[in-house]
């Protein structure tokens, strides 16, 4: 069983164990772009994220809805050239030649991966290596741990040489063990595909101290996988070693990271406004 399968496997049982209901409602998905580049987030299914891909340029923010009962992931793609008709090539995590995703990215990609339900369940993957930071902070949530999640370290510039991938010089790219050497110990299968023999590696550590609350290697769970209550979810692209308030609107209700309390009212409309006017969110 691969790492994916895995993954949706204990999500379904922690949900079991819960005794979590679905329910209905949506979530909404704040994402923004904190890199000094343009990047194109990826997501499958991307039905309810314009098709699955878009252009977000540095310091935009774009807002999507999702449904309870979507389940799928989130990632960043670098270094991309598309022409009108969507059809182009990326440096990191393509999926194929489209803009807008159907299938999963080509490692190695940071994923931000999600099952919704009355109960959320979401991680940050460095399973299938490492192009972009990436963090996931939870906000309006109603209970569960409600816990940011991710990479905020750019690991790109600490990659072991064997793991680097390069482009024009630079290091664009850091690939997952299991990619590069393609053994059952660093996979995680044959003897090794259980939690007690497999165990972390010299560079499944070095990215666990890197990012604590990211997967590190397939088995990291307890450290790595997150539950929310009916939250909404701000995910940040290279949110490196920063703690600024980022807010989304939902409900008619301006909620922000960061912020136990309601801002002001004029506060309140000046992010807003803020928000209209840098991002790719219709306000009308």
């Known amino acids: 069983m691969n790492y994916t399968h895995r993954r949706i496997l204990l999500t379904v049982l922690l949900l079991i164990s819960s005794g979590a209901k679905w329910s209905e409602g949506a979530r909404v998905f704040t994402l923004v772009n904190e890199c000094k580049t343009t990047i194109w987030p990826a997501i499958t299914p991307g039905e309810n994220f314009n098709g699955g891909g878009l252009a977000l340029r540095s310091g935009q923010s774009v807002v999507f809805t999702a449904p309870v009962g979507w389940s799928g992931r989130i990632w960043g793609r670098t270094g991309c050239n598309f022409d009108q008709a969507g059809n182009g090539s990326c440096q990191t995590g393509a999926c194929g030649t489209a803009l807008k995703c159907s299938a999963s990215g080509e490692p190695p990609a940071t994923l931000a991966e999600f099952t919704l339900a009355a109960m959320d369940f979401y991680d940050v993957s460095l399973v299938d290596g490492f192009n972009l930071p990436i963090t996931v902070m939870p906000v309006n949530g109603k209970g569960g ?66 990012c604590p609350t990211a997967y590190s290697y397939a088995y990291d769970d307890p450290t790595s996988i997150f539950t929310c209550l009916e939250g909404d979810y701000i995910i940040t692209f290279c949110a490196i070693g920063r703690k600024q308030t980022v807010c989304t609107y939902h409900n008619h209700r301006l909620v922000c990271s960061g912020s136990s309390g309601s801002a002001s009212l004029i506060y309140k409309w000046l992010v807003l406004m803020l928000l209209c006017m840098v991002s790719l969110w219709s306000c009308v």
């Not at 590069?180 to 990215?207: A, L």
Request: with cysteine; charged share 20%.
């Open 145 to 210: 741990n409600c816990s940011a999640a991710g990479c905020n370290t750019d690991l790109r510039n600490s990659c072991p040489t064997e793991l680097a991938v390069m482009a024009d010089g630079k290091t664009v790219a850091c690939r997952s063990a299991c990619d590069v050497f393609d053994t059952d110990q660093y996979c995680c299968r044959g003897v090794y595909g259980n939690p007690v023999t497999c165990q972390p590696t010299y560079y499944s550590k070095k990215f666990k101290q890197a």
